[in-house]
């Protein structure tokens, strides 16, 4: 009995022993294995910095509005007797765009003509008659005012079948018209949006803290999606005199010449203005600085022995344009600092550089949107 016992304890410990063994040359050979891992390489892009000329500017996005444009409605009601003009024509002021059929108006014309006249002949008969017979000054005076009335009545007919008439109140471009030939319109019918837009408005908001840097007179320039790359030179032509009180905002219309019409009412526009002279600055990527709450940071890298590593420096920034970012302070120019896979970085990382153009982040001081 004791030594089936003793065997039975002497099996146990003989099992744990090997379990326990198990374990600790594994974990010895683990430890050997991380502990003679090679450290692993993150690939960044990486830019240099580099000095820029730069001037102090204030951007905004606005709105293109037509100089004079408007859509055309009918005064009057009548059947549509004529159209002066092809869908997207040029017209000149004063071009006759549409016509209401007038007949019965010209009739009632004639009839209020032939009143007038016959008005007409009694007022100069009996002021003849008043010289030398005995009427009344109140008949002369009902006659003269007979024939007013016909001459008013004559003149507010022919100004109902000008109404009938529509011609252009401005030169301009037509848009599509809205009803056809034989069609009857009641008044207020819409019948077709005329458009003058050389020269062109273009509406923008600014912030109310920078209200006294801009002025009436003063150059912009503007860009449209239509014209990637292109860039329009106008000037400021009124600045509205109130604040909106809910934006803290205030309106401005600059005027651009448009000679070859390219904006177009609607349009979205760019606006851009510069102030002060030129001045030097170092830039980088926007993409390689960390914003954070305890100061922004970048990842300058350094090279030993071969070996390509990052380290953390504090930074201050200044003004950004487009892709870049000044830096007012903490690097000078040369260094080279990371500017993509910032997130897979720490102290002392080591790195790789790629060169691949594709995943390069922009460096554009004045980025224009790709049209897709």
Aim: glycine share 8%; proline share 4%; charged share 25%.
């Amino acid at each position: 009995m004791r030594l089936r016992m003793f065997l039975m304890l002497l099996g146990s410990l003989i099992v744990f022993g090997l379990i326990f063994g198990y374990k600790a040359i594994g974990n010895y050979f683990m430890n050997d294995f991380f502990d003679n891992m090679p450290e692993p390489t993150a690939t960044i892009t990486a830019s240099e910095v580099r000095e820029d000329e730069w001037t102090q500017e204030l951007s905004a996005v606005g709105t293109f509005k037509a100089v004079n444009g408007t859509m055309l409605a009918s005064q009057m009601s009548g059947i549509v007797t004529e159209i002066g003009f092809s869908n997207g024509e040029r017209v000149e002021q004063g071009q006759l765009l549409f016509k209401l059929d007038t007949d019965v108006d010209e009739a009632e014309l004639e009839r209020l003509r032939a009143a007038q006249r016959i008005a007409e002949t009694e007022a100069r008969r009996l002021e003849r008659l008043r010289a030398t017979q005995n009427i009344s000054e109140s008949e002369v005076e009902r006659a003269l005012s007979e024939a007013a009335q016909a001459q008013a009545a004559v003149q507010a007919q022919e100004a109902m079948i000008r109404q009938k008439t529509i011609r252009a109140p401005f030169d301009g471009i037509t848009g599509l018209r809205r009803v056809n030939k034989g069609q009857f319109i009641n008044a207020g019918t819409e019948l077709v949006a005329l458009e003058s837009f050389a020269p062109i408005f273009l509406n923008f908001s600014m912030p109310e803290q920078h209200l006294s840097r801009i002025r009436v007179g003063q150059t912009v320039s503007a860009g449209v999606d239509a014209m990637t790359g292109e860039r329009f030179r106008g000037e400021i032509t009124a600045i509205e005199p109130r604040i909106h009180e809910s934006t803290r905002t205030v309106e401005v219309q600059a005027t651009f010449e448009n000679q070859d019409e390219i904006s177009r009412p609607g349009m979205f526009g760019r606006v851009r203005m510069t102030f002060g002279d030129p001045r030097q600055v170092k830039v980088i990527p926007r993409t390689a600085v960390q914003f954070n709450p305890f100061g922004n940071v970048v990842y300058i890298i350094e090279e030993s022995d071969g070996e390509k590593r990052v380290r953390q420096r504090l930074i201050r920034t200044g003004q950004t344009q487009g892709d870049l970012i000044e830096i007012t302070e903490g690097l000078e120019l040369g260094d080279r600092i990371a500017t993509s896979g910032l997130l897979k970085l720490r102290n002392d990382a080591k790195v790789r550089i790629t060169e691949d153009e594709d995943v390069q982040p922009p460096e554009e001081r004045q980025p224009q949107p790709e049209n897709r």
